[in-house]
């Protein structure tokens, strides 16, 4: 049986992931990307993993000098003690050697004085790992195709052998038609490629991108994979991850904590599933989803909310004025924030710490309650982005696989009648939908509740008068008086005495 190749990690662990465990040991890498990018970056985490090893390397730079190098690495707290730094071959060799320009052309002779340079750098320090940067100047000093080639295969082959993984950059400068031909002729040469990629949005900040291109005999998450760099380097939020084991259901209703809101669910929500949450703006579902985190909370158990519109303030102040006690569960761990601002986030980075924030606290507490807030904030956030309901429902899933009771909050368009819209329809992704209306009566405005989908078990399917008082949520008694439910502006006839009093203060 053939021995399974050794890995060399990226250094960075998401790349790993992406790649299915990094590098393949002793091979050559072409990182290709237009300038700015990220390809020095990357580079210097992957020689910088290396000396964490215990491992030497070489970053040999024909474009910038030392300087620009350090100067690059303090930018994000590295120090490049441990790795060697070879500049461009010596301007003062080249003009002792400028009388030979009579007789040869001027690339012929610098190409060859570099490629050796580097060559003799190699045997002397015998590093593990190497970054050329950037081809881009051995392409113009061969001035043709076929020398270039011929100079890239030459390199390839000298480091057969060598026992060191080599990374290869290439910014792409030369001209379109130059960099399709020069794409395709490193690309058939290196053992992998991997390609940086950045775009601008009309709003929010610019998006930088990374594929992998070619991994030679390796299997790798294929598509685009968000990335950002920022002080301490650069960060990789693959699109996916590998597939998590199948959690398996044991039928068990999570409680809200609330006997009357249970028994309009059937007993509670199954764990696993998601709720979506429809109704005007104020009706009361995000307090709905925090009365879940709270009871989950009592039980010793985590809760974690990623809010799109709502400030942490806001959401502080309404919980408490609902007597929630979400100051001790939130200094307690229990119940985590975590707050977005338009035009700052990606589908591949909001998914990633999605999963961050579900894995067990240092205590071992899992997570059992997810709440996304709202799906209007989450479509106006990335408002340049597609696909993001197919996004969202990779997210979805991924929570139910880990047995989490997920809610997504959808604010409908308008407060009454037929006029009110939701920006995108999600409940065929939800496995239940919990459905807000303000109704009238005597001259009153109220709120209804009822449950109008669960695929998991029965729900009564009756509508229910819904208050948020200062003893936290108040469901009364089923109302079947009820008029124009469906068309989106209810009506109650019934009996006055069958309504929740409003002696208590409302919110």
């Keep these: 049986m053939p021995q399974r190749e050794q890995q060399v990690s990226t250094g960075i662990d998401t790349l790993d992931e992406i790649m299915r465990g990094g590098f393949t040991a002793d091979r050559l890498y072409l990182i290709e990307g237009y300038p700015g990018t990220g390809k020095t970056t990357l580079a210097m985490q992957f020689l910088l993993d290396g000396v964490s090893k215990g491992e030497r390397g070489l970053y040999v730079s024909l474009s910038e000098t030392r300087e620009e190098l350090e100067g690059v690495a303090a930018s994000h707290g590295w120090s490049l003690d441990g790795i060697d730094i070879h500049e461009l071959v010596d301007q003062e060799k080249l003009s002792q050697e400028q009388a030979q320009y009579t007789m040869f052309e001027p690339s012929e002779i610098e190409l ?6 580097v060559l003799k750098k190699i045997d002397a320090i015998k590093p593990k790992r190497i970054a050329l940067d950037s081809l881009s100047e051995m392409r113009l000093l061969a001035q043709g195709p076929l020398r270039y080639r011929r100079q890239i295969l030459a390199l390839k082959q000298f480091f057969v052998g060598r026992g060191c ?12 038609l130059a960099n399709d031909l ?3 002729q490193l690309q058939s040469i290196a053992h992998g ?3 940086l990629e950045q775009s601008l949005n009309h709003y929010g900040a610019e998006r930088r991108y990374l594929r992998v291109i070619k991994h030679r005999g390796r299997d790798f998450i294929g598509g685009t994979h968000d990335v950002l760099i920022k002080r301490g380097g650069m960060q990789v939020y693959p699109r996916k991850t590998l597939e998590d084991a199948q959690w398996q259901s044991e039928g068990i209703n999570v409680s809200s904590g609330n006997p009357e809101l249970d028994n309009l669910l059937g007993g509670g929500l199954m764990e696993g599933t998601s709720t979506l949450l429809l109704g005007p703006a104020g009706v009361g579902k995000s307090s709905t989803a925090t009365q879940f985190a709270t009871a989950a909370a009592e039980r010793g158990e985590r809760s974690v909310f990623f809010q799109f519109e709502e400030s942490r303030h806001a959401f502080l102040q309404r919980s408490r004025g609902l007597g929630f006690d979400i100051d001790r569960y939130i200094e307690n761990g229990l119940i985590e924030l975590h707050q977005y601002s338009a035009g700052e986030t990606t589908p591949a980075k909001f998914a990633s710490q999605v999963r961050e924030a579900i ?3 240092d205590q071992g507490r899992k997570v059992s309650v997810v709440t996304i807030d709202s799906l209007n904030g989450y479509l106006n956030s990335m408002p340049h982005e597609q696909f993001l309901l197919i996004q969202l429902n990779d ?3 991924m929570l139910g696989r880990h047995g989490i009771v997920s809610f997504l909050i959808t604010a409908q368009h308008g407060m009454l009648g037929t006029a009110m819209k939701t920006p995108l329809d999600a409940s065929y992704m939800a496995d239940n939908v919990l459905l807000f209306r303000y109704f009238e009566t005597s001259g009153e405005i109220r709120q209804a509740i009822s449950m109008v989908k669960k695929r998991t078990g029965k729900h009564e399917r009756t509508i229910r008068e819904f208050n948020l008082t200062e003893q936290g949520l108040q469901i009364g008694r089923p109302l ?6 469906l068309n989106g502006t209810p009506s109650y006839q019934g009996k006055r005495e069958d309504l929740i009093s409003r002696n208590e203060t409302s919110q």
């Design 359 to 361: 894995q067990p606290d």
């Design 193 to 195: 490629v991997v390609r």
């Design 480 to 485: 079947v008086d009820f008029h124009g439910v």
């Design 165 to 176: 993984t080599t990374l290869m950059l290439d910014d792409k400068s030369g001209g379109d």
């Design 182 to 184: 020069n794409d395709q």
């Design 112 to 117: 060859g004085a570099t490629i050796d340079g």
């Design 395 to 397: 997210i979805l899933q």
